[in-house]
């Protein structure tokens, strides 16, 4: 599990929603998380997919399509808050629990 | 519940000499995970230690090393200190199982920023 490919940068405006994708490799995928990152700060869970469909968490929601190899975050009624870096990351198959595969970020900026 | 606490919080070295960044996970994880951030390659493995014992390792030097105590804390240590080595050193822990969220949730903490001169 490697190859985590998402957009570097995006922009939305507030009370917009925005759509970050991310593509994986899907051979050994054994679930996809998505974590938010203020700067300076820790990445904070946001939320895990294993299964195909979509998981909605309040204003964030998240899809997996495993036959694609594709997830994206759904952001809605964006807030100046949301802006901060969006992380992907992959669980390989067979590897071990702590060891995510992440992609480099989608820097969201949220503008009023 | 206190989260996990990494100290550090920021150094400065130069090229040659060696750092150890501590890191203390959230009570009852026993599972930490360190992770290298630059803003070229993001997040990239570089270990995970459980029950003291080092369980994966990530594609790094051997400069590179690290260790879990008994009461699960756990140190790394980067002896001989290159410019490339500057990075965000995140630690993270987590319960080692699948929770109720059907994840192993790791939680992060801020990181130790090391810059190197």
């Known amino acids: 599990g490697q190859n985590i490919d998402q957009p570097t940068e995006m922009t939305a405006t507030e009370g917009a929603i925005v759509q970050i994708n991310c593509t994986y490799q899907?051979?050994?995928?054994?679930?996809l998380f998505w974590y938010q990152q203020h700067a300076g700060e820790a990445p904070t869970f946001l939320s895990y997919?294993?299964?195909?469909g979509l998981e909605e968490k309040g204003r964030f929601s998240s899809f997996l399509s495993r036959s694609k190899g594709y997830s994206y975050l759904l952001l809605k009624e964006l807030q100046m808050k949301d802006s901060a870096s969006y992380l992907c990351?992959?669980?390989?198959?067979?590897?071990?629990?702590?060891?995510?595969?992440f992609g480099r970020g989608t820097q969201l900026t949220v503008w009023p | 519940k206190a989260g996990v606490t990494q100290t550090p919080r920021y150094l400065i070295k130069t090229r040659g000499q060696q750092v150890t960044l501590s890191c203390s996970p959230i009570?009852?994880?026993?599972?930490v995970s360190w992770y290298q951030q630059t803003p070229g390659q993001g997040l990239q493995f570089l270990f995970e230690?459980?029950?003291?014992?080092?369980?994966n390792k990530g594609n790094f030097p051997g400069r590179f090393s690290g260790r879990q105590f008994s009461n699960s804390r756990s140190e790394m240590n980067v002896s001989t200190l290159e410019l490339g080595d500057s990075a965000l050193y995140l630690c993270?822990?987590?319960?080692?199982?699948?929770?109720?969220?059907?994840?192993?949730?790791?939680?992060f903490g801020a990181g130790s920023r090391l810059t190197v001169l």
């Open positions: 993270a822990s987590s319960l080692n199982r699948w929770g109720p969220s059907g994840a192993n949730v790791l939680t």
């Open positions: 899907t051979s050994g995928f054994n679930g």
């Open positions: 997919n294993v299964l195909d």
């Open positions: 990351a992959e669980v390989g198959r067979g590897s071990t629990l702590g060891r995510l595969y």
């Open positions: 009570s009852g994880h026993r599972s």
């Open positions: 230690y459980f029950s003291e014992t080092q369980r």
